[in-house]
Every structure is written in C-alpha cells, then in structure tokens.
Antibody, heavy 121, light 106 residues
Framework: EMHLLESGGNLVQPGGSLRLSCTAS????????MSWVRQAPGKGLEWVST????????DYADSVQGRFTVSRDNSRNTLYLQLTSLRAEDAATYYC??????????????WGRGTLVTVSS | EIVLTQSPATLSLSPGETATLSCRAS??????LAWYQQRPGQAPRLLMY???NRATGIPIRFTGSGSGTDFTLTISNLEPEDFAVYYC????????FGQGTKVEIK
C-alpha cells in the first residue's frame, strides 16, 4: 500500500527556519514528481513546490520563491522542504503529495496526513 | 496565474439529493482539471482528473464534465460520507486550486 508520512512541523518565530520531511513507501519513489501543498487554518489549498523524480526540475509558488527550497533523497525515499525567512502567512498544514504519472506531474493522487507549521513570536 | 473560482461557497443538501458544484477558470485550461474531496481532519483525495475521468476507487455517483473555462462536478444520491469540502485544481499552467465548496447536511 502506498503511503506518505510528513514530519518536522513545529512552532517557529517569524524570520526563523524549519525543515520538513516526507517519507514515502509502497511505490518506486524515484519515478514520480513530488510536491508540497499547504493549507492555512480554515483556508483552502495552495500549491507550494514540486520536484521531479530525477531532481532536475523544480518549481515554486511566487509566495515562497527565494525562501523555500525543495529537495529529495531517492535512496531514502524522502522529500524535503527547507523553509527560511518564515512569515506569519506561512503558518499552515503542509502536505506532501505524489504526482499521478511516472515522469510527469499532472495531478496529486496520494497525500500524506500533513505536518503543522506555526509561525508566532 | 490561472485563477479558479468555485461556486457556491456552501451547498446545503440532504442525503439522497444531487449536488452540482461549479468551477470556472480565468482562462482556458482545456480539460486539464481535477476535483478533490477533503473530509474534516483528513487530507485531500483525488476524485476526478482531466475533467471527466474518475480516479481509482471513486464511486460512479461522482461525475465530472466541462472543458475550457467551465467545469462541473455532480454528486448523485448523496451519501453521508460525501458531505465534505471539494476543490478543483488546474494543471494547464503551473498548479492552482479553487477556494473550495463545502457540501453540508441540510
């Protein structure tokens, strides 16, 4: 059975940093693009970042460009998101999501349960 | 950025009724549109992709239609587990989501 498990969420002060992790199981991790999608409390979904399976392609939402960095370790089946210069508006549950087809990312067909990032002094 | 606008914001219906949800794109996304369901306290779940294709394991009471800028998700014979928030998402240009429609029990 395919599974994604996020970790690393925490309370952090404005301007601080955090690294999120997402560990995958049940599928060939390196074949699929992986993404981060966030959801502020009581709000909708916002795509944050994507990395291709071969790590050659990355993309970011304008709201996080230059502050967040996505990476992955295919030997560990793990996706990461480094968050820096955090702002109050970055507070959200961060979901890890799997791309639906090998070698491409069209839609998100598997989601983790999310990890909560709180930004407050 | 392609903006997706969902309507209505909230739909109040009874079990057994039919829900009709709308998603409008600010420019054409061809048929590159998906629908997700999010139950309280849970992660989103892919329901439909490329506007009208059901994802694996999705019941036939869920139907998607549309192309270009106007899309519809229809849920026939609402079951108790269908009361949730539904999001549309486009992949034509990067990835964006609509703001969601909540289907609540009347």
């Amino acid at each position: 059975e395919m599974h994604l498990l996020e970790s690393g969420g925490n309370l952090v002060q404005p301007g601080g940093s955090l690294r999120l992790s997402c560990t995958a199981s049940g599928f060939t991790f390196s074949n699929y693009a992986m993404s981060w999608v966030r959801q502020a409390p009581g709000k909708g979904l916002e795509w944050v970042s994507t990395m291709s399976g071969n790590r050659l392609y990355t993309d970011y939402a304008d709201s996080v460009q230059g502050r967040f960095t996505v990476s992955r370790d295919n030997s560990r089946n793990t996706l990461y998101l480094q968050l820096t210069s955090l702002r109050a508006e970055d507070a959200a549950t961060y979901y890890c999501a799997k791309g639906d087809v090998p070698g491409a990312l069209h839609y998100f067909d598997l989601w983790g349960r999310g990890t909560l990032v709180t930004v407050s002094s | 950025e392609i903006v997706l606008t969902q309507s209505p914001a909230t739909l109040s219906l009874s079990p057994g009724e039919t829900a009709t949800l709308s998603c409008r794109a600010s420019q054409s996304v061809n048929n590159y549109l998906a629908w997700y369901q999010q139950r309280p306290g849970q992660a989103p779940r892919l329901l439909m992709y490329d506007a009208s294709n059901r994802a694996t394991g999705i019941p036939i009471r869920f139907t998607g239609s549309g192309s270009g800028t106007d899309f519809t998700l229809t849920i026939s014979n609402l079951e108790p587990e269908d009361f949730a928030v539904y999001y549309c998402q486009q992949r034509s240009s990067s990835w964006t989501f609509g703001q969601g429609t909540k289907v609540e029990i009347k």
